[in-house]
């Protein structure tokens, strides 16, 4: 008899392993708090350093830039020489220049430096790929989706640590200490073991044994008995993968996925400051006119009635992980990332009323909510469909995509809205429209199916739920 990895994940189950593997890779994804210090930093050094407009966007725009750059590159490597080598590189640089960021003296340094810092979290989202290789099928998509709540936990966080650190210490310990999540992960990190996948795809079938033995002890769950088949060796991380017949319409329509989901999701981030200040759309034309005649330098600290707005729209993703967790396996992976579209793209066109307060904040609360678990669901789907020799490239070169959706936004939010309001909103609805139609025609379903090994196979025929192949068949 014979197993593969998919085979033993299955039968180990989930347990007390992957309940530390899921604190430890959230740790990583609670650097959520170092893209949300974006929208506290910019204001307060605006006025400190008295920077004219344009610096302060560029300051938000360079970790962007870094991100877009590197996310490629780290997926490259987790390919190449294993995610959790990728995972640790990436958290350590983040870490160390996300400290030095603080001790700044110039702008231009603080530039380079937060650039450095947004390099390094183009690698985190390695961790889903690390953590998704652990879990049983049954279990994959409600992890990866409460996985995601470290990030909307360090978001929140955030907010709260700006609100003690910010009237006192100022913003440079506030770099510092939003540090404080990575620098536990570097304490733990040496707990994490490598993806048994990735030990097997690189012939390295020994360590993939001890480490599957190593989580069933964990679990108290038995090993399949047998021998553990060693998949064909391919080469990894090559980005022609990604183009063969089978995955090239998949990629295409994922790239374009990931690019509205960062596109709208940042967007509305910056929207949702205009319009809170402005009351509702109607009012932003007028407002617009005042602004205008201010002299650029002008700034205005944030206050205890701007923190608690960022900390009520933050709120609202938790919201979004709860639906999608509650619809993600009985509908499927594709239709949750078009239904997260089609309402982020009503909600959209519903602000072309001129609605209160209130309701703009029903509507705000409603469309978030959705963008971010239409997010979180492309971070399950998009594992899942690509096999183990192209995973972690797969999910690099989207989340490098996403940069780029985030880089041109607010172009659109901020540059536009002074033009148009009317065109700002009509460009996101329609961009989550098409999203919607490409999640509809993506060729793939994951729902109810085992991670694919090798990419010499048809997808989805190695496993769907243990047992399903022969020997013959394992052996390829």
């Known amino acids: 008899d014979t197993f593969m990895v998919e085979d033993a994940v299955e039968a180990i189950g989930f347990g007390k392993f992957q309940w530390k593997l899921s604190v430890i890779t959230g740790l990583a994804w609670a650097n959520a708090m170092e893209m949300m210090i974006l929208s506290i930093l910019a204001p307060q050094l605006h006025c400190e350093w008295r920077l004219p407009s344009w610096k302060v966007a560029l300051l938000t725009s360079v970790v962007f830039v870094g991100m877009m750059s590197s996310s490629t590159l780290w997926g490259n490597i987790s390919d190449q020489y294993g995610r959790k080598t990728g995972l640790k590189i990436s958290v350590l640089w983040t870490l160390y220049y996300g400290i030095l960021s603080g001790f700044a003296p110039i702008y231009s340094w603080i530039l380079v430096l937060r650039g450095l810092v947004g390099f390094g979290i183009g690698g985190v989202p390695q961790s889903v790929t690390l953590y998704a290789e652990f879990l049983p099928m049954k279990a994959r998509a409600k992890c990866i989706l409460l996985i995601e709540v470290f990030w909307a936990l360090g978001t929140v966080f955030e907010v709260l640590l700006a609100v003690v650190v910010m009237p006192t210490l100022g913003w440079r310990w506030l770099l510092i200490l939003s540090a404080l999540p990575l620098l536990l992960f570097a304490g733990l990190c040496f707990w994490l073991p490598e993806s048994a996948r990735y030990d097997v795809l690189s012939g390295n079938q020994e360590k993939a044994l001890a480490t599957l033995k190593r989580?069933?002890?964990?679990?108290?769950?038995?090993?399949?008995?047998?021998?553990?088949?060693?998949?064909?060796?391919?080469?990894?991380?090559?980005?022609?993968?990604l183009f063969t017949p089978h995955f090239r319409w998949t990629t295409l329509l994922l790239w374009f996925i990931w690019f509205s989901n960062a596109f709208s999701y940042y967007g509305l981030v910056l929207l949702t400051t205009e319009l809170f200040q402005a009351g509702d759309v109607c009012s932003i034309s007028s407002r617009r006119q005042e602004v205008k005649a201010k002299c650029s330098l002008t700034c205005e600290y944030l206050t205890e009635e701007d923190y608690t707005d960022l900390l009520w729209t933050t709120l609202s993703e938790f919201p979004g992980v709860l639906v999608t967790l509650w619809i993600i396996d009985r509908i499927g992976r594709k239709k949750t990332m078009a239904l997260s579209f089609l309402v982020f793209s009503f909600c959209s066109l519903l602000l072309f009323l001129c609605v209160g307060r209130n309701v703009l904040t029903v509507l705000l609360f409603i469309a978030r909510a959705f963008i971010s678990g239409g997010f979180q669901a492309a971070y399950v789907y998009t594992p899942e469909v690509y096999p183990t020799a192209t995973r972690a490239l797969g999910l690099g070169t989207c989340s490098g995509m996403a940069r780029v959706g985030a880089l041109i936004t607010p172009f659109i939010a901020q540059v536009m809205l002074e033009s148009s309001v009317y065109l700002t909103l009509l460009v996101y609805s329609g961009c989550c429209l098409l999203a919607a139609l490409a999640s509809c025609f993506l060729p793939i379903e994951t729902k109810g199916r085992g991670l694919q090994e090798s990419s010499h196979k048809e997808w989805g025929q190695e496993m769907v739920g243990r047992g399903s192949h022969s020997p013959g068949e394992s052996q390829e």
């Open 215 to 241: 989580i069933a002890t964990e679990n108290g769950a038995p090993m399949p008995l047998g021998k553990l088949v060693v998949s064909r060796q391919e080469d990894r991380g090559k980005m022609r993968d």
